[in-house]
């Protein structure tokens, strides 16, 4: 029986990664564009190019993490061995170096691919774990419930967090890049904390079917039709999210503009990107604690399209919102709403990977957990990557000028709008159809679950 004590503490994992994980995928190109000095084109290029070592380093991790045995288990000892250069490789990834411009992009070549080859190194592991700390289908939803929430939780806090620190630490007289990379190294420090609680307070205890060699788990692997699906849904999720979120810091800088106050009767309260995506994370709370009641009811599947069927009408929508003061109410009105929608979706998806796993499992006898769940870090890293690409892309396609004191065009105005609204309803259309194919329902996943409980109990 899972304990409330592992539940909570399975969440401060995801808490860590995505306090990191959003920073990057919202607030890295902009970053990278307007504070570290690169072009919109190499930034873009490079968030594209650094995925060919994914494709290589993530289902090797998940390999060697279903291979690792230590007196903590398969893949918990990782939150603990990795989390110190997590933190590390994040700070500098938000180090700007008194570099030439060749140096510079050098530089960032380098540290994207230290953190992401370092956030494989314990995220793929931390997913896998959910496959091994219970057995039963629907506690995973749970257990996957608690992760999420904790994660939109610990965005909450970073988004929220984000811009008061470098506007204090400039404050202080720091200039925006010392202020950058301070206000990670603060981040960096919860999220370090945030692993090691999820070390001592979880256990794994499923005994899977180890694998019996690598070229084995990867035949079935690519035989699993279902991971297929799964993974194109997944990568599909992050790049609706990604879109969304990295176009935040440029929507509200110059379409929105500083002018964009709240009025509360009493006080004003500015209506700026972190304030819009921080609500988003709440919203994202709530819509994870739907998860289970709804899809218990529904199916994972059903309670999955339905959502994006939401994030389409909405997004949709988004884009005949007026730049007035009644506007920027609906605008945050319909962050709430989406935000419940992608909330509710995104502990479905890490739950249907321990069903893939499971099936694996089933039909081909070896549990190769860690390669599956690898695939899921894979899809969120390739998903964010070709989402952050095309930001940047079809920015510079609209003619935004990334100057400091630049006034954008109409046709860049536009663009963002675009960026926030038809772009992502195509994705989650996109989404629906892919879908439409994933074969494990509820009774499908009743019969595995009970004949994998037999097998286990010989």
């Given at each position: 029986?899972?304990?409330?004590?592992?539940?909570?503490?399975?969440?401060?994992?995801?808490?860590?990664?995505?306090?990191?994980?959003?920073?990057?995928?919202?607030?890295?190109?902009?970053?990278?564009?307007?504070?570290?000095?690169?072009?919109?084109?190499?930034?873009?290029?490079?968030?594209?190019?650094?995925?060919?070592?994914?494709?290589?380093?993530?289902?090797?991790?998940?390999?060697?993490?279903?291979?690792?045995?230590?007196?903590?288990?398969?893949?918990?000892?990782?939150?603990?061995?990795?989390?110190?250069?997590?933190?590390?490789?994040?700070?500098?990834?938000?180090?700007?170096?008194?570099?030439?411009?060749?140096?510079?992009?050098?530089?960032?070549?380098?540290?994207?691919?230290?953190?992401?080859?370092?956030?494989?190194?314990?995220?793929?592991?931390?997913?896998?774990?959910?496959?091994?700390?219970?057995?039963?289908?629907?506690?995973?939803?749970?257990?996957?419930?608690?992760?999420?929430?904790?994660?939109?939780?610990?965005?909450?806090?970073?988004?929220?967090?984000?811009?008061?620190?470098?506007?204090?630490?400039?404050?202080?007289?720091?200039?925006?890049?010392?202020?950058?990379?301070?206000?990670?190294?603060?981040?960096?420090?919860?999220?370090?904390?945030?692993?090691?609680?999820?070390?001592?307070?979880?256990?794994?205890?499923?005994?899977?079917?180890?694998?019996?060699?690598?070229?084995?788990?990867?035949?079935?692997?690519?035989?699993?039709?279902?991971?297929?699906?799964?993974?194109?849904?997944?990568?599909?999720?992050?790049?609706?999210?990604?879109?969304?979120?990295?176009?935040?810091?440029?929507?509200?800088?110059?379409?929105?503009?500083?002018?964009?106050?709240?009025?509360f009767g009493a006080f004003n309260v500015v209506l700026y990107?972190?304030?819009?995506?921080?609500?988003?994370?709440?919203?994202?709370?709530?819509?994870?604690?739907?998860?289970?009641?709804?899809?218990?009811?529904?199916?994972?599947?059903?309670?999955?399209?339905?959502?994006?069927?939401?994030?389409?009408?909405?997004s949709v929508i988004f884009f005949f919102l007026p730049n007035?003061?009644?506007?920027?109410?609906?605008?945050?009105?319909?962050?709430?709403?989406?935000?419940?929608?992608?909330?509710?979706?995104?502990?479905?998806?890490?739950?249907?990977?321990?069903?893939?796993?499971?099936?694996?499992?089933?039909?081909?006898?070896?549990?190769?957990?860690?390669?599956?769940?690898?695939?899921?870090?894979?899809?969120?890293?390739?998903?964010?990557?070709?989402?952050?690409?095309?930001?940047?892309?079809?920015?510079?396609?609209?003619?935004?000028?990334?100057?400091?004191?630049?006034?954008?065009?109409?046709?860049?105005?536009?663009?963002?709008?675009?960026?926030?609204?038809?772009?992502?309803?195509?994705?989650?259309?996109?989404?629906?159809?892919?879908?439409?194919?994933?074969?494990?329902?509820?009774?499908?996943?009743?019969?595995?679950?009970?004949?994998?409980?037999?097998?286990?109990?010989?």
């Amino acid at each position: 029986m899972a304990t409330l004590k592992e539940k909570i503490g399975y969440g401060f994992g995801d808490m860590s990664s995505s306090m990191f994980w959003k920073i990057f995928s919202y607030y890295l190109p902009f970053f990278y564009s307007n504070i570290f000095g690169l072009s919109l084109a190499d930034a873009g290029v490079l968030m594209l190019v650094t995925r060919i070592w994914d494709a290589v380093s993530d289902p090797m991790m998940g390999v060697i993490a279903d291979r690792t045995h230590t007196r903590w288990g398969k893949y918990r000892p990782y939150l603990l061995w990795v989390a110190a250069p997590f933190a590390i490789a994040g700070i500098l990834l938000f180090t700007t170096p008194d570099f030439s411009p060749t140096g510079k992009l050098v530089w960032a070549y380098i540290t994207y691919i230290l953190m992401m080859t370092v956030y494989t190194g314990i995220n793929v592991p931390y997913g896998a774990m959910l496959g091994v700390m219970t057995d039963d289908s629907n506690t995973k939803t749970v257990f996957s419930s608690y992760r999420m929430f904790f994660a939109y939780g610990g965005s909450f806090i970073a988004l929220g967090a984000w811009e008061p620190l470098c506007n204090w630490f400039g404050s202080m007289g720091y200039d925006d890049t010392q202020c950058w990379q301070y206000a990670m190294i603060i981040i960096a420090g919860i999220c370090f904390i945030g692993f090691l609680l999820c070390f001592s307070m979880t256990r794994e205890h499923v005994k899977a079917t180890p694998g019996k060699s690598v070229g084995k788990d990867v035949k079935s692997l690519v035989h699993n039709a279902p991971w297929w699906i799964l993974n194109g849904a997944a990568l599909l999720s992050n790049s609706f999210n990604t879109v969304r979120g990295a176009t935040a810091a440029y929507f509200f800088k110059d379409y929105i503009s500083a002018n964009a106050f709240l009025d509360f009767g009493a006080f004003n309260v500015v209506l700026y990107a972190g304030l819009f995506l921080m609500v988003g994370e709440v919203c994202n709370m709530l819509g994870v604690a739907l998860t289970v009641p709804i899809s218990v009811r529904l199916g994972k599947k059903s309670t999955y399209m339905l959502s994006l069927i939401g994030l389409i009408v909405l997004s949709v929508i988004f884009f005949f919102l007026p730049n007035t003061p009644a506007g920027w109410w609906l605008m945050l009105a319909f962050q709430v709403l989406i935000s419940i929608f992608t909330g509710i979706i995104s502990p479905l998806i890490w739950s249907m990977y321990a069903d893939v796993a499971d099936y694996a499992e089933h039909k081909d006898g070896t549990a190769s957990t860690g390669l599956i769940f690898s695939s899921g870090s894979m899809a969120q890293k390739f998903g964010g990557a070709f989402a952050g690409w095309a930001v940047m892309a079809l920015l510079a396609a609209f003619g935004y000028n990334t100057a400091a004191d630049a006034v954008q065009t109409p046709e860049a105005l536009d663009g963002l709008r675009y960026l926030m609204s038809f772009i992502p309803a195509a994705i989650a259309a996109l989404s629906i159809l892919v879908l439409l194919i994933y074969p494990l329902n509820r009774t499908r996943m009743a019969a595995i679950t009970s004949d994998l409980k037999e097998r286990r109990a010989r």
